[in-house]
């Protein structure tokens, strides 16, 4: 472990020029500052990467098994896997728990809108913040019974909750369910029902409330169990 009290050594190392000395030890207390250094930038800045697993897409049984976060790559994974069978038009959303990247979210979601597929949760699937909304992508909606269907506001430097209701921020949201036919009042019920850092997982009176399904949904999964899906 890099120590703290090298810190002045490093300075020296990292400023000498090429007429000094140079040994194998310096080389290598060199690379260990440099490291230190970047990934103390990193830590400072909040630039360190968000581990998570990219959205993938499986075709099964003339269906397109999805799991994963969206993020930009997802466009292109959909894509190409839509390109490749274009005659599949139903999405499985088997654990979708959100996104990385809001922008590419709400883009994939038109995509699959516009190509007219079905999206499926099935009984022991998941959806979450981002990975409910691509399920209100479907041009028919199917949430089978038992599954996990949850929502909360969206993050960043400020929540979507803290805003006023007039900020442009909610616009991209609000013109993205208006497309799917989805009523506004489920973006503020989103907003409040749980923290960015938490989840509300929906039961079936709320999701038929907002029309989230094209048929009455079915008795949902309990929270406790889609907490440890």
Not at 4 to 24: D, I, K, M
Not at 117 to 131: E, K, R
Request: some cysteine.
């Amino acid at each position: 472990m890099f120590q703290v009290e090298n810190w002045l050594t490093c300075s020296q190392l990292l400023l000498a020029t090429e007429t000094q000395e140079t040994t194998p030890e310096t080389i290598v207390l060199k690379l260990q500052c440099l490291t230190a250094c970047i990934a103390s930038f990193l830590f400072i800045s909040g630039c360190t990467a968000v581990a998570h697993d990219p959205l993938t897409f499986i075709v099964a049984n003339n269906q397109i098994l999805v799991n994963g976060e969206v993020d930009r790559s997802a466009i292109r994974a959909f894509s190409e896997i839509t390109a490749q069978n274009p005659d599949i038009k139903t999405l499985v959303l088997q654990n979708v728990g959100g996104s990385v990247d809001d922008e590419a979210n709400l883009e994939l979601g038109r995509m699959v809108r516009k190509a007219g597929f079905t999206t499926i949760v099935p009984s022991n699937g998941l959806v979450a913040s981002g990975g409910t909304d691509l399920f209100l992508a479907g041009k028919k909606r199917v949430l089978e019974q038992g599954a996990c269907v949850g929502v909360h506001s969206w993050g960043g430097d400020v929540e979507g909750s803290e805003l006023p209701r007039a900020s442009q921020e909610h616009l991209p949201y609000l013109q993205y369910y208006e497309v799917m036919s989805i009523p506004a009042e489920f973006y503020w019920f989103t907003l409040n029902s749980a923290s960015a850092s938490e989840i509300h997982w929906m039961q079936q009176a709320e999701t038929n409330r907002f029309n989230m399904t094209t048929d009455q949904a079915p008795k949902l999964g309990e929270p406790n169990t889609c907490d440890l899906r």
